[in-house]
């Protein structure tokens, strides 16, 4: 079983930056290796949407909303996925979570809520 474990977010104004950290726990460095790693957030009334995603090669993909703002890196030897949040506007503002697939199994983070605002 995978557990994801967030950090970091909070109130930012606009213009700002953020950085969300997911720890991949319970899983050994081998194995984190070969997931690939997503965030999604969900703003108040709206389904919850991709945001960015890294493969286990490294190869990025990133929402039209986001690109040249937004930063997703992987760290294998920490089991850590982080999103760099930069440029931040108020429509960023969501609850974020972190996703992985293991086996066919999607697992999530616990949420962190980001808000820009002035």
């Known amino acids: 079983q995978v557990q994801l474990v967030q950090s970091g977010g909070g109130l930012v104004q606009p213009g700002g930056s953020l950085r969300l950290s997911c720890l991949a726990s319970r899983k050994i460095t081998s194995v984190f290796r070969g997931y690939t790693m997503a965030w999604y957030r969900q703003q108040s009334g709206k389904e919850r949407e991709l945001v960015a995603v890294i493969s286990p090669d490294g190869a990025t993909n990133y929402a039209d909303s986001v690109k040249g703002r937004f930063a997703i890196f992987r760290d294998n030897s920490r089991k850590t996925s982080t999103l760099q949040m930069n440029f931040l506007r108020p429509e960023d503002t969501a609850v974020y979570y972190c996703?992985?697939?293991?086996?066919?199994?999607?697992?999530w983070g616990q949420g962190t809520q980001v808000t820009v605002s002035s």
């Open positions: 996703n992985t697939n293991d086996n066919g199994m999607d697992y």
